[in-house]
């Protein structure tokens, strides 16, 4: 065990953990942003640089501070390692400056965004956002590209985190789904426009950050925040049949798997992921077909969250009168 003290807060931690995980077992906001790193799938991270924090002291051995901010989703922790997070002007100014480059391209349109609500780099940008661009250039644009017919691809909210290529690699069985180009040309798409259609591809939809990958069945049909989650189950023969049906009264507008805090798919009680299958996500919107648990909150800081009335106080029928 090593220990490792982030934020003033000091933890004891297995060898080779990562300062974001070592982070995560603290919890609360001492936990860096994540926008490309997905504990469920392993190679993801490294590629967004939200999760910079600054390492004040490397180790117990060599006490000297790490001259750049570093990627705490690939760093290993040192035993006597000391981190600022929240608490270091560095990381803030920072990550302000992550933020306006990841909208250098991405557009503000989430008025009409699916994704509204449950979007990553709304709620950074909210955070870190600056009120105005200082970028003058062209934005990138694109030709539409079909995926099929249950997978939207909007390429210019893409922020290139390739957790989708994660996904595409890892739970289907025929990877036809890439990064084609490199820098500025770099883009999502099929390859020799190939559509998905692997029983585990509507994943993507989850895990992507932004508004990128979008489900057409449920695209412009309600706001998040307007619909009920609720925890459901169905016998499934393909996945655990563990999800999240999102309620208009008694309609289901769409299914999703079930999300922690970070905003990555929870795991079942033997450890696997509860990735959920396409025949789950997709096809099964009526109610009949799902036995409803009750209530899902939805831990993650987001305006779903919001407007809720959380309080135990009985209205009495004499107020009501
Ligand atoms: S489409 Fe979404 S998940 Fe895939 S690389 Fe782009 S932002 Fe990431
Ligand atoms: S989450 Fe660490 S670089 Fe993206």
Not at 177 to 183: A, F, K, S
Not at 286 to 294: F, H, L, R, T
Request: with cysteine.
């Amino acid at each position: 065990m090593v220990k490792v003290t982030i934020d003033d807060i000091q933890i004891e931690v297995e060898e080779g953990t990562t300062i974001l995980n070592a982070a995560r077992q603290i919890g609360g906001d001492v936990v860096p942003p994540a926008m490309c790193f997905y504990s469920k799938l392993p190679g993801t991270g490294g590629k967004c640089r939200t999760c910079l924090v600054e390492v004040a002291a490397g180790s117990e051995k060599d006490p000297r501070p790490m001259p750049k901010l570093v990627a705490s989703c690939s760093t290993p922790v040192m035993d006597g390692m000391v981190v600022k997070n929240k608490t270091s002007e560095r990381v803030h100014e920072n990550r302000g400056g992550i933020v306006e480059f990841l909208l250098i391209n991405h557009p503000l349109d989430c008025p009409i965004c699916d994704q509204a609500g449950e979007c990553h780099l709304q709620d950074l940008g909210f955070e870190h956002g600056k009120s105005a661009t200082r970028y003058k250039e062209k934005r990138r644009t694109f030709d539409p590209i079909t995926i099929g017919n249950k997978i939207k691809l909007h390429m210019n909210r893409c922020i290139l985190c390739y957790r989708c290529v994660a996904v595409a690699n890892q739970l289907t069985d025929k990877r036809v789904h890439g990064v084609l180009h490199r820098g500025d040309h770099a883009e999502i798409s099929t390859y020799i426009e190939n559509v998905i259609e692997n029983d585990f591809s509507g994943n993507m939809i989850d895990v992507c950050p932004v508004g990128a990958l979008t489900d057409k069945t449920f695209r412009f049909k309600s706001r998040v925040w307007f619909l009920k989650p609720m925890e459901a189950s169905c016998s499934c023969s393909k996945c655990s049949g563990k999800a999240v049906v999102w309620m208009f009264g008694n309609e289901i507008y769409r299914v999703t798997a079930r999300k922690d805090k970070y905003g990555e798919v929870e795991s079942n009680e033997d450890g696997k992921t509860a990735w959920i299958c396409n025949e789950c996500r997709f096809d099964k919107k009526d109610a009949s077909k799902w036995s409803i648990e009750g209530p899902r909150t939805i831990n993650r800081h987001s305006v779903i969250s919001q407007n809720h009335y959380t309080s135990d106080r009985k209205i009495t029928d004499k107020k009501l009168n």
